[in-house]
């Protein structure tokens, strides 16, 4: 039987499987924790809810396999008839993410190891090494019994493989592990003396004269081989990767034409994404912002367009997320009233398909019987509950948006292997971490309104007409040439400190930092100058350029690192203003062809948009309405027939009015709108806006 999946909508539809229109609404929904009689109960509720896909059979292995010769399907097959009969579609996980207890038993070394050499035992959840033979076959023996029995059901939907991967066990230092990784050093160096110079190995007589010497980097007397660890970080995710890979393999071998899917846990170091998303059918993504935190959707908005980024825009699937409180942190704060709404506008906004959650009913027992649910544990009198039926109703008026698309006006480099080098030890500072390099860029341009895209750093740029890169510690020649051409074709690159340091194995640049990048930006770095933590240096912004930013009074202040810098050829826009690289270049441009190429070699902090405000007026990079009120956020969706779709979400605590460039329809409420929305504290407008030709 021929399948037909529309892989650029989430809402998919076969001559098989059950058509799931609209916009995608669900959960988790854990039915083996119930007896039978409830899931009719449950059905029910989702259909007044406007449930219509629920994930299932996530933590389900050791109920749907007792013991190795054992299979118990009798229970799931009357729960996807069910789900079936009452047009709810089912995302069906592999159940692998946890490993029941008899599999565990016959094969102890199943279980993880620390660096330390500590074994960590069972009664949690994904309790496996990586590399343990015993557990992928198991795993892919489990998922192939799954894909036989139910690749014809009319409820399967999607194919949902394992569960957050790397969120417990990221790494295992068994000596299975310890096989793998020197398999994988195999096949990335080749032969023993290329991998000795990658490593750098005369340094304190580290040389390796075989293979079989080599051992995972556990604990050891002082500090260990930057590179060995650069490559642990490396094989540890492709070692998670292998486990998901060979589990995909199957379901496109028995269940072709099914998407598949595993849920990302937003922004993780552990895992590169932009590999791990090559083998993905779609990206789905867990996401938890503290309600507790007011800039928490700052956040949330970066890791959500790094999700619509992973497959070049296409829409993308919000797995889970809390209707309230969670269960795992020090003090859990639910959502007031109206935040769960506009937190789930919110990944729709920013491209999203669908909004699912953990879960569908809480829990009565277990580790997360605290975490909210769809379905609160005082049932349909909750507060709640009440939301989950307003939100899905909602969710059916903005079905039309389903498949349009939004594009950022620039683009932000992230590369992992750059992550996790920059994050070693023996650095001149610990306190340069990729992620607080790269919020108050992203928190600039959010304030902006400005919407952008994160790419790799081998991504074509056109388009683009400005790229912004927060840090590039690991840089190699063929990217810097890539930034230069962009550069001199016409664009705008804006360059953090600390960057262009390195090789892709970690060695330093010869001739003076930023290596590779010293021609474009036009200036050499001396020496790096980490600022000590409680003191900052402030940074005058007075530059030479007659067009450069002016102090208002209140001048920028450096914070964690600034650098002596010598310019060689490019513009000073700013200067240290005290400190003793006081009058020393602390911002600079530098104009090559058609383009201009700024850096940055201090990190300033909540300061960082006064700087951004030039190369974004350069770059012609504006909000995508004018005169945006604080805390309001925006976004715009283009359908393929021309239509827009136009998000106004308000996070602030105010009524806010927001002029409007093209009146429009409000789809949350019917109402058609004149130049202008108004927005209470915590509301939202969804408006459709007509195709160019229909306008006026």
């Known amino acids: 039987m021929t399948a037909t999946v529309t892989t650029d909508r989430l809402t998919v539809t076969t001559d098989r499987l059950t058509r799931v229109p609209g916009l995608l609404y669900g959960g988790d929904w854990n039915p083996e924790q119930w ?4 899931w009719a109960e449950d059905v029910k ?9 629920v994930t299932v ?13 054992s299979w118990d399907f009798g229970w799931l097959d009357r729960l996807l008839d069910l789900c079936h009969r009452h047009g709810v579609a089912v995302d069906l996980a592999t159940a692998t993410a946890s490993p029941p207890a008899w599999l565990v038993r016959a094969h102890p070394d199943l279980l993880p190891v620390t660096a330390d050499g500590v074994r960590l035992e069972f009664g949690s959840r994904q309790h496996y090494c990586p590399s343990s033979p015993a557990y992928r076959e198991a795993a892919v023996r489990l998922t192939r019994a799954l894909a036989e029995r139910y690749r014809h059901h009319p409820a399967l939907a999607l194919w949902h493989i394992h569960n957050e991967y790397g969120d417990h066990v990221q790494e295992c230092f068994c000596p299975a592990s310890a096989v793998d990784f020197r398999r994988w050093l195999r096949e990335r160096h080749g032969g023993i003396e290329e991998l000795n110079r990658s490593w750098g190995t005369a340094f304190w007589s580290q040389r390796y004269t075989s293979f079989e010497q080599i051992e995972p980097p556990r604990t050891a007397p002082g ?6 660890l650069l490559d642990w970080r490396r094989f540890c995710s492709d070692a998670l990767l292998a486990l998901h890979r060979a589990e995909k393999a199957v379901l496109d071998e028995v269940s072709p034409g099914v998407p598949v899917t595993t849920n990302f846990m937003s922004m993780l170091k552990a895992l590169d994404y932009w590999e791990w998303s090559r083998h993905e059918d779609l990206v789905s993504d867990d996401a938890y912002p503290d309600p507790a935190d007011p800039r928490a959707h700052v956040n949330a908005a970066m890791n959500y367009d790094l999700m619509r980024s992973l497959k070049g825009g296409r829409p993308w699937l919000l797995m889970e997320q809390a209707p ?6 020090p003090v859990n704060v639910p959502k007031r009233p109206g935040l769960y709404r506009l937190w789930s506008l919110q990944a729709l906004a920013r491209g999203a398909d669908g909004v699912l959650h953990f879960q569908w009913r809480a829990s009565v027992a277990g580790a997360e019987k605290f975490h909210s649910a769809m379905l609160p544990h005082r049932g ?12 899905g109703a909602e969710l059916r008026r903005l079905g039309e948006i389903a498949g349009s698309r939004l594009r950022g006006r620039a683009a932000v480099l992230l590369d992992w292997d750059s992550w996790w080098a920059l994050e070693l030890d023996d650095h001149p500072s610990a306190r340069m971490r990729w992620p607080e390099l790269l919020r108050p860029w992203y928190a600039a341009l959010h304030e902006r309104g ?15 007409p400005l790229v912004l890169a927060p840090n590039l510690y690991l840089l190699d020649t063929a990217t810097a040439d890539r930034l230069t051409a962009y550069v001199r074709d016409g664009g705008r690159l804006v360059c953090g400190p600390f ?3 390195a090789d892709r194995h970690d060695h330093i640049h010869p001739g003076g930092h930023p290596g590779p990048l010293r021609e474009l930006l036009g200036i050499v770095v001396d020496e790096h100058w980490p600022i000590p933590d409680g003191t900052t240096t402030a940074v005058r912004l007075d530059g030479a350029a007659p067009d450069s930013p002016r102090s208002d009074g209140t001048e920028p202040h450096a914070e964690r690192w600034s650098e002596w810098i010598e310019t060689e050829g490019a513009e000073t826009l700013a200067r240290y203003a005290s400190g003793t690289l006081a009058g020393l270049p602390a911002v600079t441009r530098n104009r090559l062809g058609a383009g201009t190429a700024w850096y940055l070699s201090c990190h300033l902090g909540a300061d960082t948009g006064r700087v951004l405000d030039l190369p974004l007026a350069e770059a012609g990079v504006g909000a995508e309405l004018p005169d945006l009120p604080a805390d309001v956020e925006v976004t715009r969706r283009h359908a393929a027939d021309g239509r827009q779709y136009l998000f106004l979400l308000n996070h602030g605590g105010v009524e806010r009015r927001v002029p409007l460039d093209t009146p429009g329809t409000d789809l949350l409420t019917g109402a058609a709108t004149g130049d202008a929305v108004t927005l209470a504290p915590l509301g939202a407008a969804v408006l459709r806006l007509p195709a160019a030709e229909e306008r006026p």
């Open 380 to 391: 349909t009198a909750a507060r709640g509950w009440q939301e989950t039926v307003r939100f």
């Open 45 to 53: 509720l989702m259909a007044e809810a406007g449930v219509n896909l």
């Open 57 to 69: 059979g996530v933590f389900s292995w050791a109920r749907l396999q007792p013991d190795a010769d």
């Open 35 to 38: 007896p039978e009689q409830v």
């Open 499 to 501: 960057s262009g340091i």
């Open 450 to 464: 400005v919407t952008v895209d994160f790419v790799p750093p081998t991504a074509g740029l056109d388009g683009y």
């Open 223 to 228: 500090p260990v081989n930057p590179t060995q």
């Open 324 to 329: 309230s409180a969670v269960s795992w942190r």
